[in-house]
T-cell receptor, first 111, second 116 residues
Framework: GENVEQHPSTLSVQEGDSAVIKCTYS??????FPWYKQELGKRPQLIID?????GEKKDQRIAVTLNKTAKHFSLHITETQPEDSAVYFC??????????FGIGTKLQVIP | SAVISQKPSRDICQRGTSLTIQCQVD?????MFWYRQQPGQSLTLIAT?????????ESGFVIDKFPISRPNLTFSTLTVSNMSPEDSSIYLC?????????????FGPGTRLTVL
């Protein structure tokens, strides 16, 4: 089955700096890669996603890149703000099948 | 996005008892999923609940411990049976990928279970 590795597990940045979270996947059949943000005590919320036929996608301060050859994808958050503090999960999906999640990255943005 | 509700939102139970968690979706979906999230951990898939067929369980999870019902396309239940403190966790249902032709998976608010 699919295996998703995510790092770092924790990340502290100063407000205004950028944050980068990296994930790798094992199954080349995976073709959809969502990123979820989970604030304390709340459900995971989709923040951005990318399909395997796209190399990069951006939404305001958030961007995701995908390297299919190397089987890795990354989340980039620019101009970080305290409200970006949360746990971020990457995931890999094959078609309309179950989602395999990474272990999560706890991001702390220091004011 | 889909509207997903879960009941109860939280509960404190005695060991040896069982708790049934309900998940309701505002539209018909083929696949519903049940996850467990232990404190500070990632989401672990328990099983996939398909309407009209038996649930499919992941390795490490069995039907006797986590029986699932899926009576229609908008509703599912997960029962945590014969509970022990190790079952203390957040249980989340989700729908998708495939909902409304999208790849996105949506999560319910979760049920926080504490077993004493």
């Amino acid at each position: 089955g699919e295996n998703v590795e995510q790092h770092p597990s924790t990340l502290s940045v100063q407000e205004g700096d950028s944050a980068v979270i990296k994930c790798t996947y094992s199954d080349s059949a995976s073709n959809y890669f969502p990123w979820y943000k989970q604030e304390l005590g709340k459900r995971p919320q989709l923040i951005i996603d990318i399909r395997s036929n796209v190399g990069e996608k951006k939404d305001q301060r958030i961007a995701v890149t995908l390297n299919k050859t190397a089987k890795h994808f990354s989340l980039h958050i620019t101009e970080t703000q305290p409200e970006d503090s949360a746990v971020y999960f990457c995931a890999a999906v094959q078609g309309y099948q179950k989602v395999t999640f990474g272990i999560g990255t706890k991001l702390q943005v220091i004011p | 996005s889909a509207v997903i509700s879960q009941k109860p939102s939280r509960d404190i139970c005695q060991r040896g008892t069982s708790l049934t968690i309900q998940c309701q979706v505002d539209s018909q979906v083929t696949m519903m999923f049940w996850y467990r999230q232990q404190p500070g951990q990632s989401l672990t898939l328990i099983a996939t609940a398909n309407q009209g067929s038996e649930a499919t369980y992941e390795s490490g999870f069995v039907i006797d411990k986590f029986p699932i019902s899926r009576p229609n396309l908008t509703f599912s239940t997960l029962t945590v049976s014969n509970m022990s403190p190790e079952d203390s966790s957040i249980y989340l249902c989700s729908v998708g990928p495939g909902l409304r032709g999208t790849d996105t998976q949506y999560f319910g608010p979760g049920t926080r279970l504490t077993v004493l």
